[in-house]
């Protein structure tokens, strides 16, 4: 997916862990293109989002955080809005995003 | 997800952020208020996902703080900015106190971060993209910095 080498920190560490997001959420490795959305590279804070799309699954937003590192709060975060996601009553006025 | 590397991929919520449009609704108060009840109801919906308790609204220790605050503030011991403004709010607190103390409040599973731009909006289906926080809290901590966010970007101190 990634056009060109990614050259800094973040970017690289992105790069690294997107077959493995794939692979996680049971979608193709092949066939994404993708966008720079934000990024944030502080002392303390560093975290960097891409908009993905594949041809036959749609858009997505690709986020990596590599400080702080927080792994159990990352974690708990990610799971409390899979619940949500669950349970959220979906209307055509009113939606909540879908961890994949 | 990807717990070691902190990475996560979610669905991609098209539109604009919420604030876009409360800035465009500006001059039109009506326009505003169904954007904000909108909202309310997005709020209440993602409440109901875990709703904890019930409780006894009891804001007494939260109203003694501010009228600590207040008493410092007028006997020059702590300089703020908009004095009147802070100590007129105290005063409306205290007001507010006894018309909703010790009524029944909920608790549910907070959002966090409930501002305007923490909503996407595509004219017609609201979307909440960024959720901070895994506690429970009463429903009123979203909706006021709902509120707070609004009032402090598209409000002027004179019409509060």
Same mark, same amino acid.
């Given at each position: 997916?990634?056009?060109?080498?990614?050259?800094?920190?973040?970017?690289?560490?992105?790069?690294?862990?997107?077959?493995?997001?794939?692979?996680?959420?049971?979608?193709? *490795?092949?066939?994404?293109?993708?966008?720079?959305?934000?990024?944030?590279?502080?002392?303390?804070?560093?975290? *960097?989002?891409?908009?993905?799309?594949?041809?036959?699954?749609?858009? !997505?937003?690709?986020?990596?955080?590599?400080?702080?590192?927080?792994?159990?709060? !990352?974690?708990?975060?990610?799971?409390?809005?899979?619940?949500?996601?669950?349970? !959220?009553?979906?209307?055509?006025?009113?939606?909540? *995003?879908?961890?994949? | 997800?990807?717990?070691?590397?902190?990475?996560?991929?979610?669905?991609?919520?098209?539109?604009?952020?919420?604030?876009? /449009?409360?800035?465009?609704?500006? #001059? #039109?108060?009506?326009?505003?208020?169904?954007?904000?009840?909108?909202?309310?109801?997005?709020?209440?919906?993602?409440?109901?996902?875990?709703?904890?308790?019930?409780?006894?609204?009891?804001?007494?220790?939260?109203?003694?703080?501010?009228?600590?605050?207040?008493?410092?503030?007028?006997?020059?011991?702590?300089?703020?900015?908009?004095?009147?403004?802070?100590?007129?709010?105290?005063?409306?607190?205290?007001?507010?106190?006894?018309?909703?103390?010790?009524?029944?409040?909920?608790?549910?599973?907070?959002?966090?971060? /409930?501002?305007?731009?923490?909503?996407?909006?595509?004219?017609?289906?609201?979307?909440?993209?960024?959720?901070?926080?895994?506690?429970?809290?009463?429903?009123?901590?979203?909706?006021?910095?709902?509120?707070?966010?609004?009032?402090?970007?598209?409000?002027?101190?004179?019409?509060?």
């Amino acid at each position: 997916m990634w056009l060109a080498e990614p050259t800094t920190k973040l970017g690289k560490a992105a790069h690294a862990a997107w077959s493995g997001v794939l692979e996680e959420a049971q979608l193709p *490795i092949v066939g994404w293109s993708y966008v720079s959305l934000s990024k944030r590279e502080d002392k303390n804070l560093a975290h *960097i989002s891409y908009l993905v799309e594949h041809p036959r699954h749609g858009l !997505f937003k690709y986020r990596l955080q590599l400080r702080t590192r927080a792994q159990a709060a !990352f974690a708990a975060h990610y799971l409390r809005l899979e619940k949500a996601s669950r349970v !959220f009553q979906r209307t055509a006025r009113l939606s909540l *995003i879908k961890p994949m | 997800m990807d717990i070691a590397n902190q990475a996560n991929l979610t669905t991609y919520a098209k539109g604009l952020p919420f604030s876009e /449009f409360m800035r465009d609704a500006t #001059d #039109d108060h009506t326009r505003q208020l169904e954007l904000l009840q909108h909202a309310g109801e997005w709020l209440d919906a993602y409440h109901r996902t875990k709703v904890s308790e019930t409780r006894i609204f009891q804001p007494k220790h939260a109203v003694s703080y501010y009228h600590d605050l207040s008493e410092k503030i007028q006997a020059g011991d702590l300089k703020i900015a908009a004095k009147p403004l802070i100590l007129h709010g105290v005063e409306r607190l205290s007001e507010l106190t006894t018309k909703y103390s010790d009524q029944q409040a909920v608790s549910a599973v907070q959002y966090g971060d /409930f501002h305007m731009r923490n909503l996407i909006f595509d004219g017609t289906c609201l979307t909440g993209i960024n959720i901070s926080r895994n506690q429970a809290a009463p429903v009123g901590h979203d909706i006021a910095r709902l509120l707070l966010n609004y009032t402090a970007i598209l409000r002027g101190s004179k019409e509060l």
